[in-house]
Each structure stands twice: as structure tokens, then as C-alpha cells.
């Protein structure tokens, strides 16, 4: 059984387990909603059922999979020699649908079953085990172990003259002064 269902502003034929993209339609990942503008309802070999504009009571029922954006759309401007141009993008939002059934009288199939489906009491324990694994896998830190002549260091001074007689950087040299420019010689300097 197929149908041809109007959403978004345009026309899809579907039938069941069918993926469709159409305009955004708000629903979380896994929720089941239904199309209720339905153009035309057929079966292979019977003529199929036009509606005047929609068929009555025929409905579709979908499963939201994700919500997406299309690819990007440049939108380009140009007026030429005016040096005038202008470059936007656009990214539609989108619902990828799996067709779950076509209902030509409009009853609502059953829920799918979903494989995915815990308690939140299941969830913060999976939650508090998972938490309790990563620090027992956290490596422990140790202390830097000391060299030999940094222990010697250390009970050699005892620790207020260690903070006493810390070293201060050395003063800084003032740069050294250039040489004068030499005068080119004359006649004078030369004679003497």
C-alpha cells in the first residue's frame, strides 16, 4: 500500500518502511507522529483512492529518526563593475521519517518496540558504576622521588634558612656605549 502525502509544502509518495526527508516537523528521535494530509491512497493492482483535496480519515504514521540540516546553499550577489558583492549560506533544517504505516480508515498501528528503553533507576546506577570504574582506573600520583644530593641538601639547612637564603637573580649590565664616529681628515690634521 502507498500513499502520496503533502508536508513541508510538497509532495511524497510513500509506502511502508520508506525513509523520507521532509521540512522540519518538531518530535524528538523516536517519537511517533502522523500525517494527516493525505492526497491519494493505492494498492498494487487496484485503482487508487484520489482525495478532494485529501482523502478522509487515511492518515500515515511515521517515526522521527533525527533531525538534521541540508547540505549548505550559497547565495551569491553581484552587480559588476560597482564593485559590489555579497556571499550568504543556508542550511535548512530537516526530519529524516521511517514510514511505519499507510491507513487508508486512520487507525493508529501499535508502538514500536524500542530496544533502547531503561529506567531512569537504571540509568544513574549504570551511571554511579561507570563513575566508580574511571576513579579506580585513575592512576595514583607519588611523589617525585628525590636524587641523592637533594636529600643531602635538605639536612644540611634547616628549613627557615633554606627560605632566607634563597639567590637573587643577578643585576642586569648597562649596554656598552658606542665609539664616537671618527672625522674624516684634513688638510690640517695632515700638516701637523
Given at each position: 500500500?502507498?500513499?502520496?502525502?503533502?508536508?513541508?509544502?510538497?509532495?511524497?509518495?510513500?509506502?511502508?518502511?520508506?525513509?523520507?526527508?521532509?521540512?522540519?516537523?518538531?518530535?524528538?528521535?523516536?517519537?511517533?507522529?502522523?500525517?494527516?494530509t493525505v492526497l491519494m491512497v493505492g494498492e498494487d493492482g487496484k485503482a487508487p483512492t484520489v482525495?478532494?483535496?485529501?482523502?478522509?480519515?487515511?492518515?500515515?504514521?511515521?517515526?522521527?529518526?533525527?533531525?538534521?540540516?541540508?547540505?549548505?546553499?550559497?547565495?551569491?550577489?553581484?552587480?559588476?563593475?560597482?564593485?559590489?558583492?555579497?556571499?550568504?549560506?543556508?542550511?535548512?533544517?530537516?526530519?529524516?521519517?521511517?514510514?511505519?504505516?499507510?491507513?487508508?480508515?486512520?487507525?493508529?498501528?501499535?508502538?514500536?518496540?524500542?530496544?533502547?528503553?531503561?529506567?531512569?533507576?537504571?540509568?544513574?546506577?549504570?551511571?554511579?558504576?561507570k563513575e566508580a570504574d574511571s576513579k579506580a582506573a585513575a592512576p595514583k600520583k607519588t611523589p617525585?622521588?628525590?636524587?641523592?644530593?637533594?636529600?643531602?641538601?635538605?639536612?644540611?639547612?634547616?628549613?627557615?634558612?633554606?627560605?632566607?637564603?634563597?639567590?637573587?637573580?643577578?643585576?642586569?649590565?648597562?649596554?656598552?656605549?658606542?665609539?664616537?664616529?671618527?672625522?674624516?681628515?684634513?688638510?690640517?690634521?695632515?700638516?701637523?
Open positions: 500500500m502507498f500513499a502520496v502525502v503533502k508536508t513541508g509544502g510538497k509532495q511524497v509518495r510513500v509506502a511502508k518502511d520508506d525513509r523520507i526527508t521532509v521540512e522540519k516537523i518538531v518530535g524528538e528521535p523516536g517519537a511517533m507522529i502522523e500525517l494527516d482525495g478532494a483535496p485529501a482523502v478522509d480519515k487515511a492518515k500515515v504514521f511515521a517515526e522521527v529518526v533525527e533531525q538534521k540540516k541540508s547540505d549548505k546553499v550559497v547565495v551569491f550577489k553581484k552587480n559588476r563593475r560597482k564593485n559590489y558583492r555579497r556571499t550568504k549560506g543556508h542550511r535548512q533544517e530537516q526530519t529524516v521519517l521511517k514510514i511505519l504505516e499507510v491507513s487508508p480508515t486512520g487507525t493508529k498501528p501499535k508502538a514500536p518496540a524500542k530496544a533502547k528503553t531503561m529506567k531512569k533507576d537504571e540509568g544513574e546506577a549504570r551511571a554511579k558504576a617525585a622521588k628525590k636524587t641523592p644530593a637533594e636529600k643531602a641538601d635538605a639536612g644540611a639547612k634547616p628549613a627557615a634558612e633554606k627560605n632566607t637564603a634563597a639567590k637573587k637573580p643577578a643585576a642586569k649590565k648597562a649596554p656598552a656605549k658606542k665609539p664616537a664616529a671618527k672625522k674624516p681628515a684634513t688638510k690640517k690634521d695632515t700638516e701637523e
